[in-house]
């Protein structure tokens, strides 16, 4: 146990510098809607950090200037601007930058939806800033768009993976473990098809609140596991797996509420999100597979110490989200 003590001291630090920002690693977000030919209602979204925000700006093609002098603000940790612009001839063919995006690692994403209800979505880089607007994304683009989307959104929140990584940790059986992940995947594929989909919704902040503590329960199993002993969320973990499941769909839903759904590639579009977090769930689990083995294969720590060490990181983390979470309710 020396061993882990001395690992919980180096690692703490960088858990307590990190665990602030789960789901909070957000990317720029451009919102221009076509309100009446060639002219368009923008919202630019940048992450801030009190009453600074990153230095982002959004260049547009030459024939767009302001009708209206932009709203500035800052609200739930972005900067937001919100304007009218007018686009002589339209869009299509102009070239979009986001000045700035080459000096961070952060990405951005434009969504711009025009008068007859077609959509465009793009995901810019830092080492591809800009793109010539297409007017409407083909049937392909959209799904490879979207997909996209997904495999990212998972992969950069730590809360999900965190609950995820928790779950493996409970489980002992390739099988069992086979059968929660798949619970858990059908359970948040419900919450984010239907409240994508207007059927049902809940509070985001309360939501994601609810999700620190889905991650604190499970951290708590693990440390009451004890030898010869099997606790309910042992013996069914796919039951905790689809009941929490259930709200991190909601967390899914928000993030791609956020991003918008092309009115003519809705199903696909949703389709193809939730595959794309699946995917990128996967890619985890075999991830988080792998290195287990190599530990176990190089490490003479035994599972149960390590186990309750992991788990002590795991709560830890969720208690601090927790914390900020509820915070951020008050607020």
Known sequence: MTRL???LAVLMPVLLATTGYAHEIRP???DMRETVSDEFAVVWKIPAQG???????VDLPKPCVEKTQPAKSI???AYLERGTVACAGGLKGGKITIDGLKSTMTEALVRIEYVNGETEVVRLMPDAPSFVVAGALTTLEVARTYFSLGVDHILSGFDHLLFVLALMLLIRNRWTLLETITAFTAAHSITLAGASLGYFSLPQKPVEATIALSIAFVASELIKMKPGERRLSESYPWVVAFVFGLLHGFGFAGALKE???PQSDVPLSLLMFNLGVEAGQLIFVAAVLVVLRAAGALSTIQPAPARQFGAYII?????????????????
């Open 315 to 331: 709560g830890t983390a969720a208690m601090l989200w927790l914390v900020s979470r509820i915070a951020g309710l008050a607020a």
């Open 28 to 30: 720029a977000y451009l």
């Open 75 to 77: 609200v739930d940790g």
């Open 5 to 7: 003590a001395k690992l």
């Open 51 to 57: 009453n600074m925000r990153l230095g982002l700006y």
């Open 259 to 261: 991003i918008g759904l």
